[in-house]
């Protein structure tokens, strides 16, 4: 894999989608597991493994454009024969950094005590 020379040396990737565990020390740059762990600096990519939902997509980041693609990547191998290793579609996006929306909370919470 190349990303080492696709990546900026401040990238940070943050995992997103259907990765159940990802081995952060083979990893070319830092690795996050949570977008609330990521620092205020330096550039952000998303290392989006399957399909990414709207419910699993980061808040905090805009998907700007892909700078890697492999539609059959090898995402777990296992150390058990015969089973085969898990493939699925793996996707770098590089992102922009955005203020998430503002909820109201819900309408019994906005009643005073005692209404």
Do not use: C, K
């Amino acid at each position: 894999m190349h990303w080492d020379s696709l990546l900026p040396r401040d990238a940070r990737l943050l995992v997103a989608g259907e990765a159940p565990r990802i081995p952060s020390v083979y990893s070319p740059r830092p690795i996050y597991l949570d977008e609330r762990d990521l620092p205020a600096t330096g550039s952000v990519y998303v290392l989006a493994i399957g399909a990414i939902l709207p419910d699993n997509a980061p808040r905090t980041l805009r998907l700007d454009r892909i700078v890697y693609e492999d539609s059959a990547a090898t995402t777990q191998v296992f150390r058990t024969i015969p089973r085969p290793p898990d493939h699925a579609m793996v996707r770098v996006y590089l992102t922009e950094r955005v203020t998430p929306p503002v909820r109201s909370p819900p309408a019994e919470e906005r009643r005073p005590p005692g209404r």
